[in-house]
């Protein structure tokens, strides 16, 4: 008997890269077409984006334990969120949730000690870049991290917005992510956090100038294991 997985989807893109990698992992260890039960719920993005704006983690936090309940109602035995920024809210939705729940920053620590790295880039929107999501988490791990200066996290924000929540990924955004990478190498950096989970979809191992570490996928696969080894 496996667990099973119950996604706290925000924006359709990145739940859906988990979701994909969740069957396709699964698969893998369990054998083929097999993975462990999932189910998801998401509200509208704009509801989510309501409260970001407003600087109302409260009310991100109301929004994840909504969907969390519904989770727990339909057979969930615990709890992913394929989105870094509303990580914010965690501290506010942990206590108070019907399930427990894999931290996706926790994730990317725990991978990033694996891997020897000791320095990370983080990219993500702009909440998450200048929030305490990583900061905190890799500060526990006895990580450091950078994040771009002020004018590249404004774009980097706007692209994730603007074009990668909406499945736009352009060659002209790939080259920007790669300078801001290079920048980052620069800094002593040996590893980029994708802490966007659409940002996989457009920055891949091959593209990037250093090691990616993809906290969609890392997430997905981290959930794959609890379900299959509890």
């Not at 870049?129 to 996290?153: F, I, N, Q």
């Not at 924000?157 to 190498?185: D, G």
Request: net charge negative; aromatic share 6%; proline share 5%.
């Amino acid at each position: 008997m496996t667990q099973h997985i119950g996604i706290v989807a925000c924006s359709a893109e990145g739940a859906a890269l988990c979701y994909r990698t969740i069957a396709i992992e699964g698969a893998h260890v369990l054998g083929t077409h097999d993975h462990p039960e999932v189910s998801m719920h998401t509200h509208p993005l704009t509801r989510y984006m309501s409260c970001i704006y407003d600087g109302d983690w409260e009310g991100v936090a109301d929004l994840m334990l909504s969907s969390a309940g519904k989770l727990a109602k339909a057979g969930a035995d615990f709890l992913i969120c394929p989105d870094n920024t509303i990580h914010q809210a965690f501290a506010v939705v942990e206590p108070r949730s019907p399930l427990p729940w894999l931290h996706i920053a926790q994730e990317v620590a725990s991978e990033a000690r694996r891997s020897h790295f000791k320095r990370l880039g983080v990219l993500g929107t702009r909440y998450l870049m200048e929030g305490l999501v990583y900061a905190e988490k890799l500060k526990a791990s006895g990580l450091e991290h950078r994040t771009p200066d002020a004018a590249a996290r404004a774009e980097i924000n706007r692209i994730i917005f603007e074009e990668l929540v909406n499945a736009q990924f352009t060659p002209h955004s790939l080259a920007y992510f790669q300078e801001v990478i290079r920048t980052l190498a620069d800094q002593g950096c040996d590893a980029v956090v994708l802490g966007c989970t659409e940002i996989p979809l457009l920055v891949t191992p091959d593209s990037s100038p250093l090691p990616t570490l993809d906290s969609t996928r890392l997430l997905a696969r981290a959930a794959v294991r609890k379900a299959v080894v509890s």
